[in-house]
């Protein structure tokens, strides 16, 4: 997994609800995604019960390519 600067590394690992925000190339999506396999991988939370939202089919497009890419690379792929 891509490595994280360190408030993005808290987003990844914050234990709440949380928004991302941020400009333009600033790896939202590589947060969101890296958040995303957490909460499935090490917390076990279903996928099912995990809410992630963008604004525009494009990111949408790109997190679910993303987050499936990751998920598809996890060890005993019994998440996806």
Known sequence: ????DPIQQGAVDARRNTVVRAGAGAGKTSVLAGRY????VEDRIPVREI???TFTRKAATEMHERIYRMLSAVQGNEFV
């Open 37 to 40: 396999l957490r909460l499935v």
């Open 1 to 4: 997994m891509k490595s994280f």
């Open 51 to 53: 809410l992630t939202l």
